[in-house]
């Protein structure tokens, strides 16, 4: 792509331009007039050579400001163009010749128009000028921006080996190159997605937008570049032979001299934050290469931001854009995929609740959410996803209208049935309610959270629950921040769950809970129960003596049941 160069093996431009060297005073009083080469006036000058033999070229290396009087050079035209050849051969930085000892009033017209052909800049100084003051000017010039470089390379030196230390995520490491560099910073994986990004105070909405299509027309020659057409100086991000992203940092050709002229390539010292950045990013990621890809990270600070209203609506809008996926004017609909259990001790079955289980869970976790995840891309779906506890996957989808919400939700239970052949058995699907604006998500998410608990001992093989489909349950899961619905539950549980309290091997409430839920059939309780029919009705014996209740009354048992269901729903975070 035009504009692109590497930026390694450059000169730095740490040095001054001849241009700046022609505004220093022990120039000016020289009464410099440019002869010929004006379009290399920003070329850097590296170092200031004093030389009055024609020779000089074989003893340079490029970069030089070349002064001389003149009275060494050659007499003749062909002479004069085989001088200037040479010098512009080399890469000189420009000519500057002191008139009055051998050119009284102006330089051959002959070197001027080779100098011209060759674009290297030609200075006639028209007042005798000590060149010792001019090169004092220039090599302090050089030494005192050469020290800014090093001091600058120090710090972004010692700020990220602490950022690496620390252990600091992706965005902290984007917010301390973008604060250094003073230029916006953005870090992007290969498929162009946004990660992480600090606009350094620019317009955040119009630094990202149309960021993928602008992104791939940026093609680096090497692992480090600068496009001097776009402004992005871009450096590969991984290590490994395993590349993950790119990070780019703004620096636009026009900025840095604060009058309009083009600079060729950013200071040495942005290109060695960019890669020392870059090389940060890639050690943390190698340190939690076991943990959420950043992608899951975001979605995950982006949900969780959606639940507790801990991050502006707009934030996570734009942050979600440029994470490919939009949220603005959508139809959006918050789902709770979870484990059907949670292996409270008293209903867990025989092999749950144990360390070997509690070990097993966040495996299990993973394992769903990884389900969940490649369900959505099956189904052609879009939306946000990440565990949002230690049993549910929350995703938010963001559909084109409302139209689609049926035959999206179908598609997305189907293709994670697919993933997860035992479903019905292990997992539920639960949907909230769909919504038309960003600002009433949190709803939409907590109902289909709520949903979820409320269903996940419904034994119905349903593809998504909805709210209608939880009946009391539901009902009740919304009502249990209620004191009233507590103060029921004390009422009818209370002394059963202080005796239960005081005789933790007995764990009655799991009898009665037995006993209600297979419909008050006693052989069935006693079954579901693990234990022989006369425990089993000793049990329930004294359950009615503590409570004071007559369990064959249907309506005492009606009564007993509800104050469970309202239990389970309190009991759940």
């Given at each position: 792509?035009?504009?692109?160069?590497?930026?390694?093996?450059?000169?730095?431009?740490?040095?001054?331009?001849?241009?700046?060297?022609?505004?220093?005073?022990?120039?000016?009083?020289?009464?410099?007039?440019?002869?010929?080469?004006?379009?290399?006036?920003?070329?850097?000058?590296?170092?200031?050579?004093?030389?009055?033999?024609?020779?000089?070229?074989?003893?340079?290396?490029?970069?030089?400001?070349?002064?001389?009087?003149?009275?060494?050079?050659?007499?003749?035209?062909?002479?004069?163009?085989?001088?200037?050849?040479?010098?512009?051969?080399?890469?000189?930085?420009?000519?500057?010749?002191?008139?009055?000892?051998?050119?009284?009033?102006?330089?051959?017209?002959?070197?001027?128009?080779?100098?011209?052909?060759?674009?290297?800049?030609?200075?006639?100084?028209?007042?005798?000028?000590?060149?010792?003051?001019?090169?004092?000017?220039?090599?302090?010039?050089?030494?005192?921006?050469?020290?800014?470089?090093?001091?600058?390379?120090?710090?972004?030196?010692?700020?990220?080996?602490?950022?690496?230390?620390?252990?600091?995520?992706?965005?902290?490491?984007?917010?301390?190159?973008?604060?250094?560099?003073?230029?916006?910073?953005?870090?992007?994986?290969?498929?162009?997605?946004?990660?992480?990004?600090?606009?350094?105070?620019?317009?955040?909405?119009?630094?990202?937008?149309?960021?993928?299509?602008?992104?791939?027309?940026?093609?680096?020659?090497?692992?480090?570049?600068?496009?001097?057409?776009?402004?992005?100086?871009?450096?590969?991000?991984?290590?490994r032979g395993q590349d993950w992203g790119r990070l780019l940092l703004r620096w636009p050709a026009r900025a840095g001299l604060g009058d309009g002229r083009p600079v060729g390539t950013p200071p040495t010292r942005l290109t060695i934050l960019v890669e020392r950045a870059a090389s940060t990013l890639a050690l943390g990621r190698l340190i939690r290469r076991d943990a959420e890809g950043l992608e899951r990270q975001l979605h995950h600070t982006l949900l969780t931001g959606l639940l507790d209203h801990s991050r502006p609506v707009d934030e996570i809008a734009l942050r979600a854009r440029a994470l490919g996926v939009p949220l603005e004017r959508r139809h959006l609909i918050g789902v709770m995929v979870r484990l059907r259990r949670d292996t409270p001790a008293e209903h867990a079955g025989p092999?749950?609740?144990?360390?070997?289980?509690?070990?097993?869970?966040?495996?299990?976790?993973?394992?769903?959410?990884?389900?969940?995840?490649?369900?959505?891309?099956?189904?052609?779906?879009?939306?946000?996803?990440?565990?949002?506890?230690?049993?549910?996957?929350?995703?938010?989808?963001?559909?084109?209208?409302?139209?689609?919400?049926?035959?999206?939700?179908?598609?997305?239970?189907?293709?994670?049935?697919?993933?997860?052949?035992?479903?019905?058995?292990?997992?539920?699907?639960?949907?909230?309610?769909?919504?038309?604006?960003?600002?009433?998500?949190?709803?939409?998410?907590?109902?289909?959270?709520?949903?979820?608990?409320?269903?996940?001992?419904?034994?119905?093989?349903?593809?998504?629950?909805?709210?209608?489909?939880?009946?009391?349950?539901?009902?009740?899961?919304?009502?249990?921040?209620?004191?009233?619905?507590?103060?029921?539950?004390?009422?009818?549980?209370?002394?059963?769950?202080?005796?239960?309290?005081?005789?933790?091997?007995?764990?009655?409430?799991?009898?009665?809970?037995?006993?209600?839920?297979?419909?008050?059939?006693?052989?069935?309780?006693?079954?579901?129960?693990?234990?022989?029919?006369?425990?089993?009705?000793?049990?329930?014996?004294?359950?009615?003596?503590?409570?004071?209740?007559?369990?064959?009354?249907?309506?005492?048992?009606?009564?007993?049941?509800?104050?469970?269901?309202?239990?389970?729903?309190?009991?759940?975070?």
């Amino acid at each position: 792509m035009a504009g692109l160069g590497v930026t390694e093996g450059s000169v730095s431009p740490v040095f001054p331009t001849v241009r700046e060297v022609l505004a220093l005073d022990p120039v000016r009083r020289g009464a410099p007039r440019l002869v010929a080469g004006e379009a290399g006036l920003d070329r850097p000058v590296r170092w200031v050579h004093v030389a009055e033999v024609p020779d000089i070229a074989t003893l340079l290396g490029g970069g030089e400001l070349v002064l001389t009087t003149g009275i060494g050079l050659p007499a003749d035209d062909t002479g004069l163009r085989a001088f200037i050849g040479d010098l512009a051969a080399v890469g000189v930085s420009g000519l500057v010749v002191e008139l009055g000892r051998r050119y009284p009033t102006e330089v051959p017209r002959v070197m001027a128009v080779a100098a011209a052909r060759r674009g290297l800049p030609l200075v006639e100084l028209r007042r005798a000028t000590p060149f010792v003051r001019i090169t004092e000017a220039v090599h302090a010039l050089i030494v005192d921006a050469q020290l800014h470089e090093l001091r600058a390379a120090e710090e972004i030196h010692q700020r990220f080996t602490e950022l690496s230390v620390e252990g600091a995520g992706a965005a902290e490491v984007v917010r301390q190159a973008a604060a250094l560099a003073g230029c916006p910073v953005v870090l992007e994986n290969l498929s162009r997605q946004v990660l992480a990004y600090d606009p350094a105070g620019e317009n955040a909405e119009l630094l990202l937008d149309g960021w993928e299509q602008h992104s791939r027309r940026l093609r680096p020659a090497g692992r480090t570049a600068y496009d001097s057409d776009s402004g992005w100086l871009v450096t590969t991000v991984g290590a490994r032979g395993q590349d993950w992203g790119r990070l780019l940092l703004r620096w636009p050709a026009r900025a840095g001299l604060g009058d309009g002229r083009p600079v060729g390539t950013p200071p040495t010292r942005l290109t060695i934050l960019v890669e020392r950045a870059a090389s940060t990013l890639a050690l943390g990621r190698l340190i939690r290469r076991d943990a959420e890809g950043l992608e899951r990270q975001l979605h995950h600070t982006l949900l969780t931001g959606l639940l507790d209203h801990s991050r502006p609506v707009d934030e996570i809008a734009l942050r979600a854009r440029a994470l490919g996926v939009p949220l603005e004017r959508r139809h959006l609909i918050g789902v709770m995929v979870r484990l059907r259990r949670d292996t409270p001790a008293e209903h867990a079955g025989p092999g749950e609740g144990g360390p070997a289980d509690a070990e097993a869970g966040p495996a299990r976790l993973r394992d769903l959410a990884e389900a969940v995840g490649q369900a959505l891309r099956e189904a052609k779906l879009t939306g946000l996803t990440s565990p949002v506890d230690d049993q549910a996957v929350g995703i938010l989808l963001a559909l084109p209208d409302a139209a689609a919400e049926d035959r999206a939700l179908a598609a997305f239970a189907a293709a994670l049935r697919r993933r997860h052949p035992d479903q019905p058995a292990r997992v539920l699907v639960a949907a909230g309610s769909g919504v038309a604006s960003l600002r009433e998500v949190r709803r939409s998410l907590v109902e289909a959270r709520q949903v979820a608990e409320a269903a996940r001992r419904d034994s119905r093989d349903l593809p998504v629950f909805r709210l209608p489909h939880v009946g009391l349950a539901g009902l009740l899961h919304l009502l249990r921040d209620e004191p009233r619905l507590q103060t029921f539950v004390e009422r009818e549980l209370g002394a059963l769950l202080a005796h239960d309290a005081q005789h933790p091997r007995e764990q009655l409430l799991g009898t009665l809970r037995a006993y209600l839920e297979q419909g008050r059939n006693k052989s069935a309780g006693a079954v579901a129960a693990h234990l022989s029919r006369p425990a089993f009705y000793e049990r329930l014996a004294r359950i009615g003596r503590i409570l004071g209740v007559d369990l064959d009354s249907v309506e005492a048992c009606l009564s007993l049941h509800v104050a469970l269901l309202a239990l389970d729903a309190i009991r759940t975070p």
